[in-house]
């Protein structure tokens, strides 16, 4: 369809029947979506082309004219398609990155089709109350108050930010501060206590804020990664100063879990807030076989967690809950327009950092509709069984050392070389199975040593999926190490 300009003047009763509006385009995105995921069983799971093949592709001067829609999409899929990551293929292990299950890849083009505002009730009552009841579903889920606000943000980190946002209000508003009217200069300086392997989203959400990163102590870590309670008491200690301790559920690496209770029982005592960074593990909660080590992780006042990794919801999907409900609102909510519109009913952006924005939860809410509670808990255990045997597998090849065992779905080896350079071994081993496309796994550092880092929480993933991974990491060691 080509849009053609206003006849002018137009005259009354005698104006041109517009060409019905023509959807051919959705058909097209539709058959190349399927031909995609179709193919993701084989997928060749790097990318071979380089920045400057994407550029020659991708690239060339803005159009001045119009092109048939149709056209446009069918030519970016088979453009795109060279620089596409095989993040969603069932052998992709990097960094923590889930897949998209159809019924939320199809929820997201509803999102699309509709093309709600999610800003308030006023603009579009039916979002605005499918959020209530999907965030209700997720506190459910993750074991946290029923009475915890929430959020639904593009990820994480923007869930860190609004979290500390509120966590920022409770701290002044108790030294008579009103911090979103008088800003910080003049407020006692906050500070945030957080572990040595915490996630780098947390440093940008204090940057974000105006905490700044030289506000954040880093406190040691035991050899699970796991916070240390002596750590955390002495930096409570005799400090008077605001304070946000940032725990951790599910550390990339080992996927370990901070002793909540524990840290949560100082934490009250110092008058401190609490913030739980539970991007992976605060779906350990909705497993029964894995709840037990988000004991206590309740007690919190702040939780922060993905759908778009292991939830499979498709990207630009975070959660924030948080307990204090009249500092979340008092740090988003202002006097506007929509106030007046329905009282009682969700205006979603007194509850987060933006104004416009689409129907973010409604992927969400199809995926825990289709999975239900069962469902999600086959799905977060069938990732923890899979890692184990990824690293069963790879812990019987030569010269393979299991750094950690999964104690969910995240783990890390390294492969021993002979002359004793393990760390330049391990990373040559990581780019080898990366140029195979069989399989592919991230690189970290972890203690002072290179490791391999394994994350399984695509729900794609396979028995067989592991054993080609496995054998693409056999092929990949040499023989001579
Ligand atoms: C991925 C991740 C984040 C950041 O989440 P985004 O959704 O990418 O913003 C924070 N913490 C941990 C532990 C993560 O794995």
Redesign the pocket.
């Known amino acids: 369809m080509v849009l053609v300009p206003l006849a002018r003047p137009v005259v009354p009763n005698d104006v041109p029947v517009a060409a019905a509006p023509d959807y051919a385009v959705l058909t097209t995105a539709y058959e190349e979506a399927r031909g995609f995921l179709a193919g993701l069983g084989d997928r060749h799971v790097g990318v071979a082309a380089d920045a400057a093949t994407l550029r020659s592709l991708l690239g060339g001067a803005l159009p001045e004219g119009q092109a048939d829609p149709a056209r446009v999409i069918a030519a970016l899929s088979r453009t795109m398609d060279a620089g596409l990551l095989g993040t969603s293929t069932g052998r992709f292990f990097g ?2 990155i889930g897949g998209a299950l159809p019924v939320g890849i199809a929820a997201d083009w509803l999102a699309s089709a509709w093309d709600q505002n999610a800003a308030a009730y006023a603009t579009s009552p039916a979002t605005s109350v499918m959020e209530e009841t999907c965030g209700a579903w997720l506190k459910s889920l993750l074991g946290l108050p029923p009475g915890a606000s929430f959020a639904f943000v ?7 930010a609004t979290a500390l946002a509120a966590a920022r209000h409770r701290l002044l508003a108790d030294r008579g501060i009103d911090v979103e009217a008088v800003g910080l200069s003049g407020a006692p300086r906050l500070r945030s206590l957080t572990g040595q392997t915490r ?4 440093l940008r959400a204090a940057r974000l804020l105006g905490l700044g990163t030289q506000a954040i102590e880093t406190l040691p870590c035991d050899e699970q990664s796991r916070l240390r309670l002596d750590a955390l008491e002495s930096a409570l200690a005799g400090d008077d100063r605001p304070t946000i301790i940032c725990l ?1 559920a ?3 690496n080992t996927g370990a879990f901070d002793p909540f209770a524990e840290a949560c029982a100082l934490a009250r005592a110092a008058r401190a807030w609490v913030h739980i ?5 605060l779906w350990a909660a909705a497993s029964p076989r894995l709840a037990h080590l988000m004991e206590g992780a309740d007690q919190a006042h702040s939780w ?1 967690t ?1 759908g ?2 292991w939830l499979n919801v498709p990207q630009d999907c ?1 959660y924030v809950f948080i307990a204090d409900t009249a500092a979340h609102r008092g740090a988003f909510a202002q006097a506007t327009s929509f106030a007046h519109a329905v009282d009682a009913t969700r205006r979603q952006l007194e509850w987060g950092p933006e104004w416009s924005r689409r129907a973010r939860a409604l992927p969400s809410y199809a995926v825990i509709s289709s999975l239900g509670r069962q469902g999600i808990a086959t799905m977060l255990d069938r990732s923890c069984d899979l890692a184990r045997l990824l690293v069963e597998g790879l812990s019987r090849l030569d010269g393979v050392e299991v750094l950690a065992w999964p104690q969910i779905n995240q783990a890390l080896v390294r492969f021993l070389a002979a002359g004793g350079d393990h760390d330049a071994l391990t990373d040559s081993v990581v780019e080898a199975v990366q140029a195979g496309g069989e399989a592919w796994f991230g690189s970290t550092t972890w203690r002072g040593m290179r490791a391999m880092r394994i994350s399984v929480c695509d729900w794609r993933t396979t028995e067989r999926d592991v054993a080609r991974a496995v054998e693409a990491v056999r092929q990949a060691i040499p023989s001579a190490a």
């Not at 996630?199 to 947390?202: A, D, F, G, V």
């Not at 960074?277 to 593990?281: E, M, T, V, Y």
């Open positions: 960094w923590v593009t990820g994480c980190q923007m869930a860190h996630h780098e989203s947390l951790q599910g550390d990339m960074d539970g991007a992976i593990g922060a993905d778009h990794k975070g």
